[in-house]
């Protein structure tokens, strides 16, 4: 298992042959991002969802994708259009893009994003169930 592990590190080292820096999957100095309203046919580079958390009005997506040597920008995106059911229901797009960043070293990231803007209405206890491209069930969401 040790072996495995630093087979590993000196893999994600070795990938990236155009800059070498090591690999963090925790960005603390990191802005929150604070997600939008707006057309969610936008184009988005490969991304994975590994697992998303909604607690309060923040939104945590834990993404897995490929780099390691340029920058990568992520937006969340809501439709406009809400289907009118009980509670209702807004579609949700992340979008990843990278700037010029060809090395495949595997990244693992959380992504921080304040939803208050996905809300139905932007009263306490307001639901809306939002539903996020790339994952199977939809989430609960209450405005706070």
Same mark, same amino acid.
């Given at each position: 298992m040790k072996s495995l592990f630093l087979f590993s590190i000196l893999l994600l080292t070795l990938s990236c042959? $155009?800059?070498? #820096?090591?690999?963090? @999957?925790?960005?603390?100095?990191?802005?929150?991002?604070?997600?939008?309203?707006?057309?969610?046919?936008?184009?988005? #580079?490969?991304? %994975?969802?590994?697992? !998303?958390?909604?607690?309060?009005?923040?939104?945590?997506?834990? !993404? $897995?994708? $490929?780099g390691g040597c340029g920058n990568h920008i992520f937006e969340l995106i809501g439709s406009p259009n809400i289907a009118k059911s009980m509670p209702p229901i807004r579609a949700i797009k992340l979008i990843h893009k990278s700037e010029n960043d060809n090395c495949k070293s595997?990244?693992?990231? %959380?992504?921080?994003?304040?939803?208050? #803007?996905?809300?139905?209405?932007?009263?306490?206890? @307001? #639901?809306?169930?939002?539903?996020?491209?790339? !994952?199977?069930e939809k989430m609960s969401y209450l405005f706070e």
């Open positions: 042959a $155009t800059k070498k #820096e090591s690999i963090s @999957s925790d960005y603390p100095k990191e802005p929150e991002l604070k997600a939008i309203i707006g057309d969610i046919s936008t184009k988005s #580079e490969p991304i %994975k969802i590994d697992s !998303v958390e909604i607690k309060g009005n923040k939104m945590i997506i834990s !993404v $897995t994708y $490929t595997l990244i693992t990231r %959380k992504l921080h994003f304040d939803i208050s #803007e996905l809300a139905y209405k932007k009263d306490n206890g @307001s #639901e809306i169930y939002l539903t996020l491209e790339g !994952v199977k």
